[in-house]
């Protein structure tokens, strides 16, 4: 049953094969006997998933379902759902029981998906493997000494082992498809103001926006669809019109122009990722696309960029966490101060602490013009590099990540050398565009990502190209052998 | 550029974290690093170049000032450590 894909689920269950409850009871099975190992849910709602199944068999039973009424989701443990645990991966929400829903979770709740946990992740969203989580590290189901990625390392492998069919994740700089990538998923990030920040925790706000993980593009506009549009909750929900996306992929790839940036083929790639995206690029040729060289003269810089502009508005957004309204308060406390203080450190892990004090540093006076400003007229600089090139192209395509998974504690002492690894996801961030990326073989049997990024509210373009690389590629369907699977 | 100590302290006092003496050396040392690889920003000349704040050219939307939400300060004050008769409790700031 968990070999299904969302849209095979759906007809299952419309078809009357299974029931809801059935479904649901199965993949909580799955992750009682595996979550141990892979650490990927920090909370699981049980009772709540089997009340939602019994209710969404009801809605089937009547013939008022949606195509995701009775699927099994997972959210990613920084949205909030109303009486359940919703901690961040952070000491500091350790104990935080949410006093409401995010809107993408009553938009999933609406349509009666079935939510069965909340998935681990680096604390605050802050990560690219994983590892900085108060609950410990994810492990890769492909291969348990190695990373997931990050941040939503634990909604990427919890869809890859198949512990849930899919799952919400957010994306502040490549936290959909990094991890997406080096779990052999398909994530998906729309363009920023897409789906509403309501009820989301705050990392970076120009930045953030969630995004969906799951077996296909096709599974994948399925649940994007059902989430995004305007929200007055949100100050910067965008109000441009949600284009249809589910059962709208068809179509073919003549025609298409693909731009293929050479910054993206630069020093820092293994060789193993590059031949695997090479394949991918020629797979799209094969089918009638073009490829065209583009530049992109800015984009080196957008990694500094980058982790100037996030960790600022970091610093900005944790503000809040103040040992007072809500989260960790130190034992104690000899005065105001000292509750402050003692409260952010003792709640906050190291690599939270040192953004918010790099965040700190770079708006401080005598230096926010050297470096916040900066890179904020960087940032422009590498917008208009991707608008330039989309006046020759339709999509640019890459790879999502240098490297395949990389062993658990292999960069944690290095912070830049972390950050580095976010090179090919973290200008398409700053720009807003949206971007998935997609499974495109092995490389010493780990997954590599192919990262397809379109232009401002075109992710059916985006998707589209990824569901027709699906329907002549079988990557997507590869799965994790071993203990981890 | 790097960092010495006292910076390192002195912006800790602003974030309002509590740093331990170990634990500042070891930061100091990062974030040294961390604002040396920042410095590859002053590769591009950027004069000229207005700073983007965000990636969509959108004005902040104004709505008509009517109550749109219920109180529920009690269901919310629930997350809190400590409150009293609906107040934030927190040690004494005024002798």
């Known amino acids: 049953m968990h070999r299904l894909s969302v849209l095979e689920l759906s007809r299952g269950l419309a078809a009357g094969d299974f029931s809801s409850v059935e479904i649901t009871r199965h993949f909580l099975d799955r992750i009682g006997s595996s979550n141990d190992l892979l650490n990927a849910f920090i909370t699981v709602t049980e009772e709540r998933a089997l009340e939602q199944a019994a209710a969404a068999d009801q809605r089937i039973k009547q013939g008022t379902a949606h195509a995701l009424t009775g699927i099994p989701i997972a959210h990613k443990d920084i949205l909030c759902v109303d009486g359940v645990r919703t901690t961040c991966a952070s000491k500091m929400?350790?104990?935080?029981?949410?006093?409401?829903?995010?809107?993408?979770?009553?938009?999933?709740?609406?349509?009666?998906?079935?939510?069965?946990?909340?998935?681990?992740?680096?604390?605050?969203?802050?990560?690219?493997?994983?590892?900085?989580?108060?609950?410990?590290?994810?492990?890769?189901?492909?291969?348990?000494?190695?990373?997931?990625?990050?941040?939503?390392?634990?909604?990427?492998?919890?869809?890859?082992?198949?512990?849930?069919?899919?799952?919400?994740?957010?994306?502040?700089?490549?936290?959909?498809?990094?991890?997406?990538?080096?779990?052999?998923?398909?994530?998906?990030?729309?363009?920023?103001?897409?789906?509403?920040?309501?009820?989301?925790?705050?990392?970076?706000?120009?930045?953030?926006?969630?995004?969906?993980?799951?077996?296909?593009?096709?599974?994948?506009?399925?649940?994007?669809?059902?989430?995004?549009?305007?929200?007055?909750?949100?100050?910067?929900?965008?109000?441009?019109?949600?284009?249809?996306?589910?059962?709208?992929?068809?179509?073919?790839?003549?025609?298409?122009?693909?731009?293929?940036?050479?910054?993206?083929?630069?020093?820092?790639?293994?060789?193993?990722?590059?031949?695997?995206?090479?394949?991918?690029?020629?797979?799209?040729e094969s089918q009638g696309a073009t490829l065209l060289q583009v530049s992109l003269p800015h984009l080196h810089l957008s990694v500094p960029a980058y982790y100037v502009v996030a960790p600022a508005e970091c610093s900005s957004n944790l503000s809040r966490f103040d040992g007072v309204r809500f989260g960790h308060r130190c034992d104690n406390p000899k005065d105001l101060d000292d509750l402050y203080r003692r409260s952010r450190s003792e709640g906050f892990g190291p690599e939270v602490l040192r953004r918010i004090l790099t965040g700190t540093f770079v708006l401080s006076a005598g230096y926010y013009d050297a470096y916040y400003k900066k890179a904020q007229r960087v940032r422009r600089l590498i917008n208009a590099d991707f608008q330039q090139a989309f006046e020759q192209v339709d999509l640019i395509m890459g790879p999502t990540s240098p490297t395949t998974a990389f062993p658990l504690g292999e960069k944690t002492d290095d912070p830049v050398s972390m950050y580095l690894n976010d090179i090919y996801t973290v200008g398409v961030s700053l720009a807003g565009l949206p971007a998935a990326s997609i499974p495109c073989g092995l490389s010493e049997g780990l997954p590599v990502g192919l990262h397809i990024i379109g232009d401002h509210f075109c992710e059916r373009k985006v998707l589209s190209a990824g569901h027709q690389f699906q329907q002549v590629t079988d990557f997507h369907t590869l799965r994790p052998e071993g203990e981890g699977a | 550029m790097s960092l010495t100590r006292e910076q390192v302290e002195k912006i800790a006092t602003l974030a309002r974290v509590e740093l331990a003496a170990d634990v500042t050396t070891e930061v100091t040392e990062n974030m040294s690093r961390i604002i040396d690889f920042f410095d590859t920003l002053n590769d591009v000349d950027t004069d000229g170049v207005a700073p983007m704040a965000h990636p969509l050219d959108m004005t902040q939307r104004l709505r008509a000032d009517e109550v749109s939400e219920h109180n529920e300060r009690d269901k919310f004050q629930q997350s809190s450590a400590q409150t009293e008769g609906g107040l934030y409790l927190v040690p004494k700031v005024i002798e």
Request: charged share 20%.
């Open chain 1, 93 to 284: 929400l350790e104990s935080f029981v949410a006093p409401y829903s995010a809107t993408v979770v009553e938009k999933l709740d609406q349509v009666g998906a079935v939510m069965l946990g909340k998935t681990n992740m680096d604390e605050f969203a802050m990560g690219s493997s994983n590892e900085n989580s108060c609950f410990g590290p994810v492990r890769n189901p492909w291969d348990v000494s190695r990373v997931p990625g990050g941040s939503s390392g634990g909604s990427a492998a919890a869809v890859a082992a198949r512990l849930v069919p899919i799952s919400t994740g957010t994306d502040t700089g490549g936290s959909v498809r990094q991890p997406a990538a080096l779990t052999g998923t398909t994530g998906i990030k729309p363009t920023y103001g897409r789906i509403s920040r309501y009820g989301m925790i705050a990392f970076a706000s120009s930045l953030d926006q969630a995004g969906v993980i799951g077996q296909s593009a096709a599974d994948a506009a399925l649940m994007l669809e059902t989430m995004c549009g305007f929200d007055t909750k949100d100050s910067t929900s965008s109000q441009q019109p949600v284009e249809a996306l589910h059962n709208e992929l068809e179509g073919d790839l003549k025609g298409l122009r693909i731009g293929v940036p050479d910054v993206f083929f630069a020093e820092g790639l293994s060789d193993g990722v590059k031949a695997q995206v090479e394949a991918a690029l020629n797979v799209f």
